[in-house]
Structure formats: structure tokens, C-alpha cells
């Protein structure tokens, strides 16, 4: 495996060796101080020796082949350094250099790819920082690592190395691998992903990002963690990237690429943060807690009435659920608690409890015990040298002693940011409580805690619709009629209509088609159509069919003998139902997202939509529209009748599996409106508009 | 002044002073550490002596009157004391003792109130831990205080003494006061407040509250502050108090008090703050900057295209502005920055600049003077101990340099949380600029200051209408047309509509009524009016509305002979407008809050509604309409016509004055809808409904 032999070498050929300040001296020091100092050489023709140690003139007359080669060289350097590790057998490389594509030398970066491809080495950067080992102890690291010493669980992939760098200095994070991946030239983030997620020293991924280059291996690695449960944190930039949401239909303005991703991170349970504080944090709480909270409720024990009421606001506003104590659980507290104590979730226990260790952890564990309750947050702010100790030795000796008697996570609630105090942290983290920040960040971490603890690979539809490599393509807007039969075509339901080119036609078509319908010119050259008669609605029978047939077409002839006519078109006049749109957009790089929403201000003021890669399962479909804040009208509002969202989900189902199929073809669907009947009467479509793509010429 | 003489004596005696661990002991060695220890005398009958220093037996003894007393005295002893007290002529005390309200005894709480208003004595707390006066040094306070000299201009009041205790221990904070409240029994939130905002000494407040007692006083301390321009931060819990939103109509299920909380704070432009490390954080930011930002764009200046990502996004989902720089400010940027950077705001300046503080310093003070541009945020994370120093050093001493030469502000934003290194923090902190907490605290804090800086006292109506002490009260609903009638009567423009009981009447009313109108029989004792014939619409002129007149009656008496029969309603058939809900909820404390929304599924499912205490300017009204999302269909949606919103707002400031004038019988009141019509047509009631209040007997 090429990247074991680059991210755990047992040797490795520094080219370039230096001691300038900068990546030179800082990469030289931290190989002297690594565990396999002993097989760590220095390469530099015009040196014989960097800090104390000797230098070699090349590569070639090294005392043993090694595993991984650091380049500290020049841009233009680079290809040939590569051919000679080629020749000596070195099949991995860290590459500093910068000056590619970050400031628009593409070409370059291509031909350094490919020679890499060629050469069958495995590189990391360009424009990278290296990677910091801290299992082996081996910092392949471009700047001055200080602190080698937290060997942990938690691996870290960034694309900016001065991320990676300042992580080192957060002395509670204990890592397994820090990887500056730069401009992913040729090892790109989702190489690194995937042998991370099969790395047993790993429990929890990090990713800085700003995008990926091979979203086919991007599924299969987080279909991967999903299967193994092995968590994987995302921060990607992009949310509000400027004039990316400025599409055509409603559905190409509603699904940037952005909410693509998002959608993508949905199905496969990765959770995806917000900023790189809730990066960090969150991979800390994955690697200090040893149980997932389960079932999803939630308790907060706090000191004070003050502190409770934070924990209720802020914990519900961010939709986290505070159930009931069972009456078992709440006998049981109101004897560990003093009498002017009110026993409810979250509950202010009062500051009695934090003076008795013991009877805190029975307290902690009482509510742990309760089926209802997943977790246990204990509000208290853990100080820099936390004084007077009189309360936080009780409460932390308590909380560890809760933690070794139960199976469900404990956390602490801190309500301000500070340092902690370092005695108190280790004492706590080590038995597997973990340590929150204030609050605003707090609860976030909660949420994604408990959505990822709730999220079940069995239920979602492991896989994506990625198109093959997209190449320049023309679009195709087929009409009403033709897009409403391709999806027939596809075993969508569609409401029956047809073109009627001769009376004979009609006659069969009049005898199937449910009444009343419509009749209209069908005509490529004849725009106002009701102005030239040739229109007419609510046809209630047969016979009236017929004549509006003969009349449409005189009228037609009459006004415009040039015309091409293709016949009348005939179609149900449907009954209103709930005003339904499911659209489709295919994501250039995850392929097709179904979009829906209800119809009218809800998707154009409201934005109230829900998003999804296709294919979906009935389950997905069915999450998707209770997830609309106007799911409420659906679902039997205000005494309103309940509508077939059964048949919704279904259709949706189809649609999706229409929109994967056609991954390469489809460039955009906008079915709107689907009426919704009440339940039992099932779905029909009014209007559809399906935009292709074909290749240009 | 009382509170001179609780807040800043110049002597001090501790009844029961003792050295047991606890209040006692904490109280005594903070005061033998004051600037004050020679006029700090201790009391206690018991002892001759507590930590080295002279007991004397009672109050009576000391060698001086004292200023303030400390009571560190059982709940019993505590009114025999402050008898004493007020003998020996001292007017003030900080009380500890707790077992009042807190745990359910409020009878002793108002004996105790009783007693010090008798007594004219200003008495902090009960059951609070008292205070620290970092401008004079002298710590009142019963938990150790470890750190004395962190003087400053930030006043804190908070309802928990332990909040206050954790406080000191944030080394970077530096307080005026910090108080204690507690149960605020005798001198109350409000009455600190009034102190603090005339005090030249503090610069900002903030407030760890749960309630208020006196809405008047608040009232007036708020519109002091806003006219003074003080910050005061606000954290109050309650957000999300279960079962207060339980209301029976639309204004009052919309408008529970915490809403109307928001809405005064809104109205005095308060910061309220969502949790605890806001408030801290949003009163050191105030401390920290010598100038507000203004305009409101802002620019962020950061050293990787990750950050700058994480800038955009995070500030424009709050809402934050970023202006394009002027062509005058890219040109100069453009000759700053390296060839490869993209002059954009936020601004990727790549590392270059990093290395020199005197360009680094010159490109922000080039944004700065942007006139589109109030603040510069400088992307950076401070860490502890901060190494290498290459960077952050060249980057403080521009930002000093830049905020030296500038009038607008400049704040670091911080990407992680974590200490930051003390020698840069106070470098920084020293010049003005600001140190923020990562990200997702960090933009809440320049929304919450650009909100502040945009707040113009004179834009805003500085009353509320807060009603006399409610008395138990009856609710009285009054009908559709008494209800209109009683907005007629405060010149509330409604439709001219009128219940008729004589041919004469009729006939004088039916040439001044616009057609079409409805006629309706009315009458208590007829419910289902149109069954039995008492119902006429669509009337097109007077002949009809004359016969429709005689018809219902006739069908009334034929039908039910027995009926009280008030005349018949004639009211106009209105076309119809957009529908807006406008609607007043009585706050017990804080008085009419009038609500706007629009009709139907925009305020039943999206509650997207606006609240603002009575009374209202014009201005206001037109804030509270295009704060709302479905403002958008109001103002020419989609090549829709314009609403006539001008219109509205002068009919929502007269119901406002209404209802401020009616703020003591006056329970609630429901306008809806209010049909809205095409710009300069005006607005028209057309059901509207009254609750009043009057006393029950």
C-alpha cells in the first residue's frame, strides 16, 4: 500500500537538506527528534553536513533504499529529484513546492501529475506542509513542531498547512495523523480519507476542505465509514459563494452546489460543521467519549436556575429534546435532592449536590438509567487553575465515577470559554467525559453528536448517480407533451393526454380519457392560441370532444394556413389538489438532487425545500417531505383533510430512480405542479418541463 | 446618592464577621485586602478578634458611623440588625443570607422589603454575594477574589453570585463593578442600572438577568441609556419557557412575554445577548474599541483562501455586508498585495503582507478609508504563547499602526478558541483592537455591534405604554361591529358600515354607503343567520338594499318571534386586498405590543410576524412591515403590483395609539384580515375583534 510506505515510513531521504529558517531548518529538526531519527538522511550536493548530521551529494549513495523522500526544492527541481527516486526505488514523496495552480500555473501542476502517475510515486502537496505522524512519532513537517507528545485518535486532513500547524498548539487534542494535503496534486483528500478510514488507530476523521477532485472515490469512502460507523468531520467553505445561485428554474436557484454537497453529507451521516472551532471540537468529543448517546433525548444538570434556563433555551432553539423523567427516575431524585428542589428536565439540582462526589454520581446515574435519556450534560465552567476547589473536585470525582458505572456519555456544559484547567480536564477526558465549550458551541456539538448517533446506514441508499466526466454539452428543452411522455416512458404516472392527428385517433383516445378535458392547437408555429380559437376547456363528453376537435382545427387553418400543426392536444383538467414541486437538478459532481417543496410562496419566498441524491428510498422520500415546515399542510392541518403523501413518496421514488438513470442526459426536470389528492386518491402531474443535455458539435 | 454609599464606601463594617470557610472568611480577607482595610471594622458579640484584626461587639462600638454594612447573619438576626444599623445611622447593607423566595418563603422576603424601605436603608442582595468595586478596590464580596486589579470600564449585574466569582477569573476582563443582585428584594436590577449608566466610570453594562420588577423605572433607565448612547448586553433566559405561548388567538400565541422582551430591547436598541459567553464577550469588545463602526459594511482581511472562505460565509448568513472595495481602494490594494492576489472583499491578501507590519498596516488603513467600509476585521488566530513570532509579530504592529491612524475600528478574528498569548492580547487590546472569539462566536459580536452603531435613539419611539398594577380582571369580547365601531371612535379608518333599526335610519344610511354591501340580521338571539333568511350579499343599490332590509326582518320575526332584534347590519362587500393580521397582546409588564403579519399560512406556519411596543412613529411601522419575509409580496413580487405599505404603516401607528391610550382596559385585539390594496388605495378593516378588560367584582 503506497500510503503506508508515505504516511509510516521507516526511512526517509531528506532532498534539499538545509538549516535556512523556513521548511528547511523546521523539517530537518523535527526529523532529528522523530523515532526513526537513526534512518533519517539528508540529501544536498553543496552540503556536507546539516545541523551536526552528514549530508549525502544525491540520493543514489544512500547506505539503504528508503521509504519516503521530503523535497525541499525549487519548482523547477521537482521532476528530476522525482526520476531519481524513481530509479532508486523510492515510491513516496512530501512535496513543499509551491507556485501551481494556487497562483495559476495549471500546466505545471499537470505535468508534475503525470510524471508522478508515470513514475508510480505517491506524493503528497504541491503547495502542502507536510504531515505530522503521531503514532510513529514522525513529524514530515514543514514547520517547527514543539509538542510530539499527544499521540490520540484523532486524524486531521487539511488543506491548509498552517491549520494543521496551529492544531498542534491546542494542548488537549491528541492526534493520530495531521496531513497537509495542499493542492492534492496527486494524492488527493479522498486517498487520504480512505486509508484513514480503514486505520485502526484512527476513531475520527477531520477534513478542512474546499472541494474534492473524484467524488466516484469520494462515495465509496463514505459509504465505507458509514458501513463501519467510524465518524468523519467536515468543514467545507462555500455556503454563500456569489453568483452561484442564479439558475434558470426554480429548482436550478434553489440547489447550488453547495446545498449539493450538504445533501451528500446527509446521506452518507457525515456530519458537516460550520467553522473550524466545531472542526476541532467535534473530532475532540468523538475521541474522548467512549458510548454514543442513545435514544436521543437529552438532561442538563445544572447549579443554578440561571444555568438550567440556558440549557433549556439553548438546547431546545437548537431542536434537541429534553423528555420528561420517567415517575421512577423522578422519585428517585427527589430523594438525592434537597426538598426545595424541582425535579424536571434539564434539572437545577442546586449547588448541595456538587459538595458529594458520591451523591452526585448517584444522581448522574439515576437519570442515566432513565429509558428516555441518551446523555447527561453537567453544567459547570471549568476555570484556568479552577479555584475554590471545594466544588469542582466533588462534581469531576462524581461525574467519573457516573462514567465508569454507565454505558451512555456524560459531558461537561461549560458556560464560559476559558482555558481549562489541565488537571481537572485530563482527570475527567480520561474516564471519557468530554469537555464542551460555552454553550453557542456546545449544543451544536450535542446536535451532531445525537443526529450521527441516530443516523443508520441501513436506512439510506448508500450510493450516488455520478455522471461520467462531463464534456461540453448543448441543452434541449423538450415541450410539455414530450416531457410528461419520457416520464411515462419511465413508468412516472402521468395523467393520459395525446396528440390527435385524425378523427380516427380521437375516436379511441375520446372513449379512455377521463372527463373534462381540454383541447388545444398543438403547433409549433402558433403562439397565442386562445386568440385564434384555439383553445377550448372543460369539454365535458365525447361529442362536445369532437366538435372542439373539427373547431380547433378549422380555426387554426383559418387564421394561419401556413401553420405546421401536429394535431389537437387533449388533456384532463385535473382537480385541484395541494400544489406539489419536485424537481431535479444533477450536480456536476454528485449528479442528480431531487428538490421538493410545496408550491407558491413556500419554495419562492419561503425557500422551504428539501434536497437529496437520487437514487432515494421510500424511507428518504418520505424524510424529505417531513422535513418541509409545509408538511404541516399535508399532513392534516387545522382539521384540513390528511393528503396522499404515500403516493408522493412513491412518485418521488420514481423520479429519482428516472433522474439516476438518465445521469448523463438529464440536465434539469421541474415538475410543476404535482397535485396532491387526499390519502388514498394518490398524485397527479400538471406540468413538466425536462431539460437534456446532448453533446455539442 | 444611596447606592454612593453601598457601591463606594469609605467605611465598611461586617456584621458577624468570622474566619469560617465560606462567606465569612472569603468576606473578611477580601476586605483586609481593600484599599479601604483601615475603615474596615468587624462585629461579633462572640469573638474578640477574626484573622488578626479586632472584633468589636456590635455596632454600637465602632470607632467611627460606617458607610455600608456587610450582614454575614443567619435569616433570623438579619431585622434586628438592620434596626441596629439604621440607629447608628448607616443606610446601607449587603445581605447574604438566603431561604427567602428562592426556596419558597416569600413572606419573609416582603417583611424584610418592608422593613428597609422603612428604615430608608439600600440593601443589596437577599441571598446574593455581594459586589466588587474594582475602582476604588474594595471587594464586598462573599467568595474569595483572588484577582483585585483587573480595573476597567465594564459594569456587570448578575442575578447569580457564582457567575459573577467565575468572572474575576477571566484574566482578560476588566470591571468597573461586578454585582451580585441576587433576589434584588430591596434595591432592584433596574435601580443598579440607573446608577451605572450615569456613571463616567463604566463604559458598558451587562446584565445576567432573569426578570425585571419595575417596568416604569427600566423603562427609563433604558431610554437614558440609548439617548447617552451606553451599551447595555442583556442575557436573560427563557427563550423557550415551556407553556407560555399557549394563547387562544393569533396575537396572543405569537406574542408570548419573552417576544415582547425582545421587542423592548429592540425598540432601545439593547443588545440582548443569546448566552453567557456573549455577554462576556460583548462587554469586553465595547471596553475594548475606541470607535464604532460606520458605515456598516465590513472588510475581512485573511492570509489563506480557507479563512477568507470561512469569513464570507459565516458573516453574510448573519447578515453582515461586504461592500466592493471602491476602484480607488483596489488600485491601492493591487499595489500592496502580490501579483497572484485577487483584490475582493472579504480579501485572500495570501501571507505576503504578514512579514510587514508597516504595508500590513497600510492596506488596512487603504480599506478603512473605503467609504463604503466601517470596520476591518484582520483573519488571524492568536494561540497561547504564540510561536513562531514572524507572523503574529509584523501583524500586531500593523494593526497597532493602522488602528493608530484610523477612526473606525479594527478586530482580530480568531479561527480557533483558545487562551490567547497575554503579551500580544494586551499590545493589541492597549491600541483598541478588538480580540474576538472564534468564528461563530466572533460574527454574532459584529452583528450585535453593527446593529448597535446603526441605532438612532431619534428614529425611535423611547416610550412604552406600561399599564398600572393589573388587578384581578374579567375579559369582555366584544362583537365584529362593536369592535369597529370602538376603532371608530379613536379615528381608525373603517369601513362605513352601521346596524339599522328604522326605514329612516335606512334610508339616510343607504345614500351615503358604497355598493355592494351585505345585510344581516342582528340579533344575540339568532345564531345561524342565514338558515332562517337573515343574510343578503352582493347588494347592488338602494332600491335592493331597501327591500333585502324588509325581507330579513320579516324572516327574522316569522322565524323567531322571540328574538331581541337589533336592527339589521348593512356593511360594504370589500374587494379584496392582500390580508394582513394586525393584532395588540397586552404585556402584563411592558404594555401593548402591536403585531403585523400577513394572512394564512405566512404567520400560521412560518410565524412570520413582527412585534413592537406601543406606541409607534411611522418609521417604526414601516421597519416592523419590511422586517417581514412576505414583505416581498407587498412590494411589487414578481411584477405584482405595489401595495399601498404607506398606507399601512399609518393605520398600524394609529392602533398602536390606541391601544397605548387604552393600555389598562385593553386585553387584546385581532384585525384580521386587513385587506391591503394597490399603492395610494388605501387599506380597509374587515373583521376585527376586541377583548377588553374590566374589573370583576
Same mark, same amino acid.
Given at each position: 500500500?503506497?500510503?503506508?510506505?508515505?504516511?509510516?515510513?521507516?526511512?526517509?531521504?531528506?532532498?534539499?537538506?538545509? =538549516?535556512?529558517?523556513?521548511?528547511?531548518?523546521?523539517?530537518?529538526?523535527?526529523?532529528?527528534?522523530?523515532?526513526?531519527?537513526?534512518?533519517?538522511?539528508?540529501?544536498?550536493?553543496? %552540503?556536507?553536513?546539516?545541523?551536526?548530521?552528514?549530508?549525502?551529494?544525491?540520493?543514489?549513495?544512500?547506505?539503504?533504499?528508503?521509504?519516503?523522500?521530503?523535497?525541499?526544492?525549487?519548482?523547477?527541481?521537482?521532476?528530476?529529484?522525482?526520476?531519481?527516486?524513481?530509479?532508486?526505488?523510492?515510491?513516496?514523496?512530501?512535496?513543499?513546492?509551491?507556485?501551481?495552480?494556487?497562483?495559476?500555473?495549471?500546466?505545471?501542476?499537470?505535468?508534475?501529475?503525470?510524471?508522478?502517475?508515470?513514475?508510480?510515486?505517491?506524493?503528497?502537496? #504541491?503547495?502542502?506542509?507536510?504531515?505530522?505522524?503521531?503514532?510513529?512519532?514522525?513529524?514530515?513537517?514543514?514547520?517547527? #513542531?514543539?509538542?510530539?507528545?499527544?499521540?490520540?485518535?484523532?486524524?486531521?486532513?487539511?488543506?491548509?498547512?498552517?491549520?494543521?500547524?496551529?492544531?498542534?498548539?491546542?494542548?488537549?487534542? &491528541?492526534?493520530?495523523?495531521?496531513?497537509?494535503?495542499?493542492?492534492?496534486?496527486?494524492?488527493?483528500?479522498?486517498?487520504?480519507?480512505?486509508?484513514?478510514?480503514?486505520?485502526?488507530?484512527?476513531?475520527?476523521?477531520?477534513?478542512?476542505?474546499?472541494?474534492?477532485? =473524484?467524488? /466516484?472515490?469520494?462515495?465509496?469512502?463514505?459509504?465505507?465509514?458509514?458501513?463501519? %460507523?467510524?465518524?468523519?468531520?467536515?468543514?467545507?467553505?462555500?455556503?454563500?459563494?456569489?453568483?452561484?445561485?442564479?439558475?434558470?428554474?426554480?429548482?436550478?436557484?434553489?440547489?447550488?452546489?453547495?446545498?449539493?454537497?450538504?445533501?451528500?453529507?446527509?446521506?452518507? $451521516? /457525515?456530519?458537516?460543521?460550520?467553522?473550524?472551532?466545531?472542526?476541532?471540537?467535534?473530532?475532540?468529543?468523538?475521541?474522548?467519549?467512549?458510548?454514543?448517546?442513545?435514544?436521543?433525548?437529552?438532561?442538563?444538570?445544572?447549579?443554578?436556575?440561571?444555568?438550567?434556563?440556558?440549557?433549556?433555551?439553548?438546547?431546545?432553539?437548537?431542536?434537541?429534546?429534553?423528555?420528561?423523567?420517567?415517575?421512577?427516575?423522578?422519585?428517585?431524585?427527589?430523594?438525592?435532592?434537597?426538598?426545595?428542589?424541582?425535579?424536571?428536565?434539564?434539572?437545577?439540582?442546586?449547588?448541595?449536590?456538587?459538595?458529594?462526589?458520591?451523591?452526585?454520581?448517584?444522581?448522574?446515574?439515576?437519570?442515566?438509567?432513565?429509558?428516555?435519556?441518551?446523555? #447527561?450534560?453537567? $453544567?459547570?465552567?471549568?476555570?484556568?487553575?479552577?479555584?475554590?476547589?471545594?466544588?469542582?473536585?466533588?462534581?469531576?470525582?462524581?461525574?467519573?465515577?457516573?462514567?465508569?458505572?454507565?454505558?451512555?456519555?456524560?459531558?461537561?456544559?461549560?458556560?464560559?470559554?476559558?482555558? %481549562?484547567?489541565?488537571?481537572?480536564?485530563?482527570?475527567?477526558?480520561?474516564?471519557?467525559?468530554?469537555?464542551?465549550?460555552?454553550?453557542?458551541? $456546545?449544543?451544536?456539538?450535542?446536535?451532531?453528536?445525537?443526529?450521527?448517533?441516530?443516523?443508520?446506514?441501513?436506512?439510506?441508499?448508500?450510493?450516488?448517480?455520478?455522471?461520467?466526466?462531463?464534456?461540453?454539452?448543448?441543452?434541449?428543452?423538450?415541450?410539455?407533451?414530450?416531457?410528461?411522455?419520457?416520464?411515462?416512458?419511465?413508468?412516472?404516472?402521468?395523467?393520459?393526454?395525446?396528440?390527435?392527428?385524425?378523427?380516427?385517433?380521437?375516436?379511441?383516445?375520446?372513449?379512455?380519457?377521463?372527463?373534462?378535458?381540454?383541447?388545444?392547437?398543438?403547433?409549433?408555429?402558433?403562439?397565442?392560441?386562445?386568440?385564434? $380559437?384555439?383553445?377550448?376547456?372543460?369539454?365535458?363528453?365525447?361529442?362536445?370532444?369532437?366538435?372542439?376537435?373539427?373547431?380547433?382545427?378549422?380555426?387554426?387553418?383559418? &387564421?394561419?394556413?401556413?401553420?405546421?400543426?401536429?394535431?389537437?392536444?387533449?388533456?384532463?383538467?385535473?382537480?385541484?389538489?395541494?400544489?406539489?414541486?419536485?424537481? /431535479?437538478?444533477?450536480?456536476?459532481?454528485?449528479?442528480?438532487?431531487?428538490?421538493?417543496?410545496?408550491?407558491?410562496?413556500?419554495?419562492?419566498?419561503?425557500?422551504?425545500?428539501?434536497?437529496?441524491?437520487?437514487?432515494?428510498?421510500?424511507?428518504?422520500?418520505?424524510?424529505?417531505?417531513?422535513?418541509?415546515?409545509?408538511?404541516?399542510?399535508?399532513?392534516?392541518? %387545522?382539521?384540513?383533510?390528511?393528503?396522499?403523501?404515500?403516493?408522493?413518496?412513491?412518485?418521488?421514488?420514481?423520479?429519482?430512480?428516472?433522474?439516476?438513470?438518465?445521469?448523463?442526459?438529464?440536465?434539469?426536470?421541474?415538475?410543476?405542479?404535482?397535485?396532491?389528492?387526499?390519502?388514498?386518491?394518490?398524485?397527479?402531474?400538471?406540468?413538466?418541463?425536462?431539460?437534456?443535455?446532448?453533446?455539442?458539435?
Amino acid at each position: 500500500m503506497k500510503l503506508e510506505k508515505l504516511l509510516r515510513p521507516k526511512s526517509i531521504a531528506v532532498l534539499g537538506a538545509n =538549516d535556512r529558517n523556513g521548511f528547511g531548518k523546521s523539517t530537518c529538526s523535527n526529523l532529528l527528534k522523530s523515532s526513526i531519527a537513526g534512518h533519517v538522511y539528508f540529501v544536498n550536493p553543496k %552540503r556536507t553536513e546539516v545541523l551536526g548530521k552528514t549530508c549525502y551529494p544525491s540520493i543514489t549513495d544512500l547506505p539503504e533504499q528508503v521509504d519516503m523522500c521530503i523535497l525541499i526544492l525549487n519548482k523547477t527541481l521537482i521532476p528530476s529529484a522525482l526520476e531519481d527516486m524513481a530509479a532508486h526505488g523510492c515510491k513516496a514523496a512530501v512535496i513543499y513546492a509551491s507556485g501551481y495552480s494556487e497562483v495559476g500555473d495549471k500546466a505545471s501542476e499537470e505535468v508534475l501529475q503525470k510524471l508522478c502517475m508515470k513514475l508510480d510515486i505517491a506524493a503528497m502537496g #504541491v503547495n502542502c506542509a507536510g504531515y505530522i505522524n503521531h503514532l510513529d512519532g514522525i513529524s514530515a513537517f514543514g514547520m517547527l #513542531v514543539e509538542n510530539q507528545s499527544v499521540k490520540g485518535t484523532v486524524a486531521i486532513i487539511s488543506q491548509s498547512g498552517k491549520i494543521c500547524l496551529n492544531m498542534t498548539q491546542i494542548d488537549y487534542m &491528541h492526534f493520530s495523523y495531521l496531513i497537509s494535503s495542499g493542492n492534492s496534486t496527486c494524492i488527493r483528500i479522498e486517498d487520504y480519507l480512505e486509508y484513514l478510514v480503514e486505520d485502526n488507530d484512527t476513531s475520527v476523521i477531520g477534513l478542512y476542505m474546499e472541494g474534492i477532485k =473524484d467524488p /466516484v472515490k469520494f462515495q465509496h469512502v463514505l459509504k465505507r465509514a458509514a458501513l463501519l %460507523r467510524k465518524p468523519i468531520v467536515i468543514m467545507k467553505v462555500g455556503r454563500t459563494e456569489k453568483g452561484s445561485a442564479l439558475a434558470a428554474s426554480h429548482t436550478g436557484s434553489l440547489s447550488g452546489s453547495d446545498q449539493a454537497f450538504d445533501a451528500v453529507m446527509k446521506k452518507f $451521516g /457525515v456530519i458537516r460543521v460550520d467553522d473550524i472551532e466545531e472542526l476541532v471540537q467535534m473530532c475532540h468529543l468523538f475521541s474522548t467519549l467512549k458510548h454514543l448517546p442513545s435514544p436521543a433525548g437529552i438532561s442538563a444538570m445544572c447549579l443554578s436556575g440561571g444555568e438550567t434556563g440556558v440549557c433549556a433555551d439553548s438546547g431546545t432553539l437548537l431542536g434537541l429534546e429534553y423528555p420528561e423523567f420517567t415517575s421512577d427516575t423522578a422519585q428517585k431524585l427527589k430523594e438525592l435532592l434537597p426538598g426545595y428542589a424541582t425535579v424536571a428536565n434539564p434539572l437545577d439540582m442546586s449547588a448541595t449536590l456538587a459538595h458529594d462526589g458520591e451523591k452526585y454520581a448517584l444522581a448522574i446515574q439515576t437519570i442515566l438509567e432513565d429509558p428516555n435519556i441518551g446523555m #447527561v450534560l453537567c $453544567g459547570q465552567t471549568i476555570l484556568p487553575e479552577h479555584k475554590p476547589e471545594d466544588v469542582i473536585n466533588p462534581m469531576s470525582d462524581g461525574m467519573v465515577l457516573a462514567a465508569q458505572m454507565s454505558q451512555k456519555p456524560i459531558a461537561v456544559m461549560n458556560f464560559f470559554n476559558a482555558s %481549562r484547567d489541565d488537571k481537572i480536564r485530563r482527570k475527567l477526558e480520561d474516564a471519557g467525559v468530554g469537555i464542551l465549550p460555552a454553550t453557542g458551541y $456546545g449544543f451544536k456539538l450535542i446536535k451532531y453528536l445525537i443526529d450521527f448517533s441516530g443516523y443508520s446506514p441501513s436506512l439510506h441508499t448508500l450510493e450516488l448517480a455520478i455522471p461520467d466526466t462531463p464534456k461540453i454539452r448543448d441543452r434541449l428543452a423538450l415541450s410539455e407533451h414530450d416531457s410528461k411522455m419520457e416520464l411515462v416512458k419511465y413508468n412516472i404516472p402521468v395523467p393520459k393526454e395525446a396528440v390527435l392527428s385524425s378523427l380516427s385517433e380521437l375516436k379511441v383516445f375520446a372513449e379512455e380519457v377521463e372527463y373534462p378535458v381540454a383541447a388545444k392547437i398543438a403547433s409549433p408555429d402558433i403562439l397565442h392560441k386562445s386568440d385564434i $380559437g384555439g383553445v377550448k376547456l372543460n369539454i365535458q363528453n365525447k361529442k362536445d370532444l369532437m366538435s372542439a376537435y373539427m373547431a380547433i382545427l378549422q380555426n387554426a387553418t383559418l &387564421h394561419n394556413p401556413e401553420a405546421r400543426i401536429d394535431g389537437v392536444l387533449v388533456q384532463p383538467m385535473l382537480p385541484k389538489g395541494i400544489e406539489v414541486i419536485i424537481g /431535479v437538478n444533477n450536480d456536476p459532481q454528485f449528479g442528480p438532487m431531487l428538490l421538493c417543496g410545496l408550491g407558491g410562496i413556500f419554495v419562492e419566498i419561503f425557500k422551504d425545500v428539501s434536497l437529496y441524491p437520487a437514487p432515494l428510498s421510500k424511507q428518504e422520500a418520505l424524510e424529505m417531505i417531513q422535513s418541509l415546515k409545509g408538511y404541516q399542510l399535508l399532513n392534516g392541518y %387545522r382539521g384540513n383533510p390528511e393528503y396522499d403523501i404515500d403516493a408522493l413518496a412513491d412518485f418521488m421514488v420514481k423520479v429519482a430512480a428516472y433522474a439516476a438513470e438518465n445521469k448523463n442526459s438529464l440536465h434539469e426536470l421541474d415538475i410543476n405542479p404535482v397535485f396532491v389528492y387526499e390519502k388514498g386518491r394518490g398524485v397527479a402531474v400538471a406540468d413538466a418541463l425536462i431539460i437534456k443535455t446532448k453533446e455539442s458539435n
